[in-house]
């Protein structure tokens, strides 16, 4: 049985910087590439952070029933199409979801045993400082990012762990103690030699 990690943190706390560290750390994980009608950002390309759907394509998602979770996030549609974890299954691999709030509940109520893992930042000035820093996004957007990182990170406790991204490093090593314990915990794939070090 494969694991599913879902990874959830306020926008600006390096979620994708240390998700992508993990990538480089562990094999046998996939990540699963949600759907969104939001549009790229940056050097974003389709079918490796998202897929880049329109309103009218993901609706049709909807009604034929693909998704194992979707959300409305800062006014676009995100979502975890079903198939990923069936392919993930056939691999004998574990899936990483990088998913919101919403999205972590609904996938808690269908998948029950799935490990949720929630990066806070190491405090309010480093999260504003973080996205201005990134240089990805406007003001008015930043501003909206800093409410909904309020209001989400009311949330942390419903998670199964707290990681505070303070450290680059640490963190990521953090982020792989997690799912490596969690294989030797449960039925997932088994460490490889390498990652065992
Ligand atoms: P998220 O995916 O959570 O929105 P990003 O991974 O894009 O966040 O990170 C936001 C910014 O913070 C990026 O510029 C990234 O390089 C930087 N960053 C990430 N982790 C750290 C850290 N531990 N210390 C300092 N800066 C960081
Ligand atoms: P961003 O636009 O910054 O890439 O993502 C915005 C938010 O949407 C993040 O919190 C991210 O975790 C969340 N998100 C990305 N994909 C999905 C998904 O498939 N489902 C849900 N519910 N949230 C998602």
């Known amino acids: ?17 240390l998700v992508n560290e993990l990538f480089k750390m562990v094999q046998g994980l996939d ?22 759907v329109s309103k009218s394509e993901f609706e049709a998602m909807i009604a034929a029933d693909e998704f194992l979770e979707y959300a409305n996030v800062f006014g676009n549609y995100y979502g975890t199409a079903c198939r990923f974890l069936r392919e993930t299954e056939k691999r ?11 999205g972590a509940e609904q996938i808690k109520k269908k998948v029950p045993d799935a490990v949720s893992i929630f990066i806070l930042p190491p405090d309010r000035d480093k999260l504003e400082w973080r996205l201005r820093n990134r240089g990805l996004d406007p003001e008015a957007v930043i501003r909206r990012r800093l409410d909904t990182a309020r209001r989400e990170i009311e949330n942390y406790s419903k998670y199964d762990y707290i990681l505070v991204n303070n450290v680059l490093e640490q963190s990521a090593d953090e982020l792989k103690a997690i799912v490596l314990g969690e294989r030797i915990k449960g039925s997932g794939t088994e460490p490889t030699p390498e990652e065992d070090r």
């Open 31 to 52: 990540f699963s590439i949600s759907y969104t009608t939001r549009p790229p950002r940056g050097s974003e390309q389709n079918g490796k952070e998202y897929f880049f």
């Open 92 to 102: 004998g691999h574990d899936l990483l979801l990088d998913i919101d709030v919403q």
């Open 1 to 17: 049985m494969s694991i599913v990690f879902i990874v959830s943190a306020p926008s600006g706390s390096g979620k994708s910087t």
